[in-house]
């Protein structure tokens, strides 16, 4: 092992605060008054490093109250789409050569920045995507994570490989970067996984064209600025915001385009796979689709589980952040003897949930992303009404913003629509299984495969599900939601992605290629 990494501290992940102390309070109410001072603020393209004002802009609003524009920033046009892949080509051939601990250093760098302006972040996503206080700083520690993660990984991957030695033959095997990336991120996750993805791409040896989802531009803009200020050469970090119809299709299917790392819903990412499948003219290579779609994710409950915690479970898993996780509790499936149980309590559980201004300390529960995404979710809350019994919820809340109620829907039917589809949303249906056997089933009769949980105390249905419960993140006793970087690699199964698993030792492969190069020695 290298000195290099010898003197680095091993990977820990940054604690997440709750904001009990006084002095996180004041340091958070003091950067939502700094970043509400610079709403409307202008933010342009960056491609080769140099700033590109546009007349199209893409105004990125506060959800809590549409009125209110966080930013606006510049929408590249097909041309400058095109120009930005071009030069993170040329940028390519000497990026590649720079050495895994240059590449890293980048990464450390940023990690402290972000550090330093975590309520500053925080805040923008309170802001911009609805987040609590705490959900927001979640998703900030898990952008330091990812960074300090992966600019470890780098260097181990840097690092001499083992290999079977062969007698009169010295051989070594090496990882080489793709090329030029396209990374789509979404907005649940605005800052985590849009670094998360660009970082590993670009400390790989790989070079970035960054299309933000319009949802969360800003939060993209400012992590494309702090990239810049720890030093990241012009052209490795390219940022293109737009239309998916003007510019998307059109980043994926050129012909230097080596990769896409994408993080969405089932419709996008599988247009995009059929999109970058297809050869173009020019085209040296099969381009790479690393992909994180849906999830349509249940809980099992277990007739001997800990009633008490098996809700508490359901529902931060089911309405944290709104239910926008991909991750998050769509369906607890609940075992007939606790069924009734279970739904009085949970019942009683979920009416304690606040929902309102995120801004505000005390908030549990804030906004959707936007209007189409609430018009959506009040859909399939209509069609819960019909397909089961409302428990709880259902309406909107509030006088402006997109806020709805946490909503409860039981008595549902295994292959129900509210069952089966993805909602992204706070809704939660209940389905009663008549036993464990019939749970694990229901459990798996979705297209989808990402996370699962169960609640029981049975150490043979606890070995049952491990080899039974067909899903990429498996938890016990436990939320289905809140992956760690390093203890959690994640990603899906079936439609639920291509089982990236990110946060993982096996990521940056992703990104990489490997070279066996074998030399005969004299015998």
């Known amino acids: 092992?290298?000195?290099?990494?010898?003197?680095?501290?091993?990977?820990?992940?940054?604690?997440?605060?709750?904001?009990?102390?006084?002095?996180?309070?004041?340091?958070?109410?003091?950067?939502?008054?700094?970043?509400?001072?610079?709403?409307?603020?202008?933010?342009?393209?960056?491609?080769?490093?140099?700033?590109?004002?546009?007349?199209?802009?893409?105004?990125?609003?506060?959800?809590?109250?549409?009125?209110?524009?966080?930013?606006?920033?510049?929408?590249?046009?097909?041309?400058?789409?095109?120009?930005?892949?071009?030069?993170a080509n040329e940028r390519f051939e000497t990026w590649k050569n720079t050495p895994a601990a240059q590449r890293a250093s980048y990464l450390f760098k940023a990690a402290q920045v972000v550090r330093d302006r975590r309520e500053r972040f925080n805040a923008l996503l309170v802001y911009e995507v609805g987040k609590s206080w705490v959900e927001a700083d979640a998703d900030t520690a898990e952008a330091i994570d990812f960074l300090e993660y992966y600019a470890r990984e780098a260097l181990r991957y840097g690092e001499p490989q083992p290999l079977t030695p062969i007698p009169g033959e010295q051989n070594e095997l090496v990882y080489v970067p793709l090329g030029v990336g396209v990374v789509i991120p979404p907005w649940?996750?605005?800052?985590?996984?849009?670094?998360?993805?660009?970082?590993?791409?670009?400390?790989?040896?790989?070079?970035?064209?960054?299309?933000?989802?319009?949802?969360?531009?800003?939060?993209?803009?400012?992590?494309?600025?702090?990239?810049?200020?720890?030093?990241?050469?012009?052209?490795?970090?390219?940022?293109?915001?737009?239309?998916?119809?003007?510019?998307?299709?059109?980043?994926?299917?050129?012909?230097?385009?080596?990769?896409?790392?994408?993080?969405?819903?089932?419709?996008?990412?599988?247009?995009?796979?059929?999109?970058?499948?297809?050869?173009?003219?020019?085209?040296?290579?099969?381009?790479?689709?690393?992909?994180?779609?849906?999830?349509?994710?249940?809980?099992?409950?277990?007739?001997?589980?800990?009633?008490?915690?098996?809700?508490?479970?359901?529902?931060?898993?089911?309405?944290?952040?709104?239910?926008?996780?991909?991750?998050a509790c769509s369906r607890a499936i609940v075992e007939a003897p606790i069924y009734d149980e279970f739904l009085e309590k949970l019942k009683a559980r979920v009416a304690k949930i606040t929902v309102g201004d995120p801004s505000e300390k005390q908030t549990y529960m804030g906004p959707v992303i936007n209007e189409r995404a609430r018009d959506s979710i009040e859909r399939y809350i209509e069609m819960g009404k019909k397909e089961g019994r409302l428990v709880y919820g259902g309406k909107r809340s509030g006088d402006r913003g997109y806020f709805l109620e946490p909503t409860v829907i039981a008595d549902t039917a295994p292959d129900a629509t509210i069952a089966q589809e993805e909602i992204f949303g706070p809704v939660l249906a209940v389905i009663k299984a008549k036993d464990f056997d019939d749970?694990?089933?229901?459990?798996?009769?979705?297209?989808?495969?990402?996370?699962?949980?169960?609640?029981?105390?049975?150490?043979?249905?606890?070995?049952?599900?491990?080899?039974?419960?067909?899903?990429?993140?498996?938890?016990?006793?436990?939320?289905?939601?809140?992956?760690?970087?390093?203890?959690?690699?994640f990603g899906g199964f079936n439609m639920s992605g291509t089982d990236s698993k990110a946060g993982g030792k096996d990521y940056l492969l992703l990104f990489l290629q490997a070279k066996t190069v074998s030399r005969k020695t004299q015998t």
């Open 188 to 327: 649940n996750f605005a800052f985590a996984i849009m670094a998360g993805m660009a970082s590993a791409a670009i400390v790989t040896g790989n070079t970035v064209v960054l299309k933000p989802s319009s949802d969360s531009a800003v939060v993209a803009a400012w992590f494309v600025d702090l990239m810049q200020e720890a030093g990241l050469p012009k052209g490795v970090l390219n940022f293109v915001p737009g239309s998916g119809g003007v510019i998307g299709d059109a980043l994926v299917s050129h012909p230097l385009t080596r990769f896409i790392a994408f993080t969405g819903s089932k419709e996008v990412g599988l247009h995009v796979n059929e999109l970058a499948a297809k050869p173009q003219k020019g085209q040296r290579w099969i381009k790479r689709v690393v992909a994180e779609m849906g999830g349509k994710d249940s809980i099992v409950v277990a007739a001997d589980a800990d009633v008490d915690a098996a809700v508490e479970g359901v529902a931060a898993s089911a309405f944290g952040f709104q239910g926008q996780k991909c991750s």
């Open 439 to 489: 749970a694990l089933e229901i459990a798996n009769n979705t297209e989808f495969g990402l996370t699962g949980a169960v609640y029981t105390k049975d150490e043979k249905k606890i070995a049952r599900a491990k080899d039974e419960f067909f899903v990429g993140n498996l938890y016990f006793n436990r939320k289905c939601t809140g992956a760690m970087v390093g203890g959690h690699p």
């Open 1 to 87: 092992m290298s000195t290099t990494i010898e003197r680095i501290a091993p990977f820990k992940n940054e604690p997440i605060k709750s904001y009990a102390d006084p002095a996180d309070t004041a340091a958070m109410e003091a950067a939502l008054a700094e970043v509400r001072a610079d709403f409307g603020k202008t933010y342009p393209l960056i491609i080769d490093g140099e700033r590109i004002d546009t007349a199209k802009k893409i105004a990125s609003l506060n959800p809590s109250n549409p009125a209110e524009i966080v930013g606006e920033v510049a929408s590249a046009s097909l041309e400058q789409a095109n120009r930005a892949i071009e030069v």
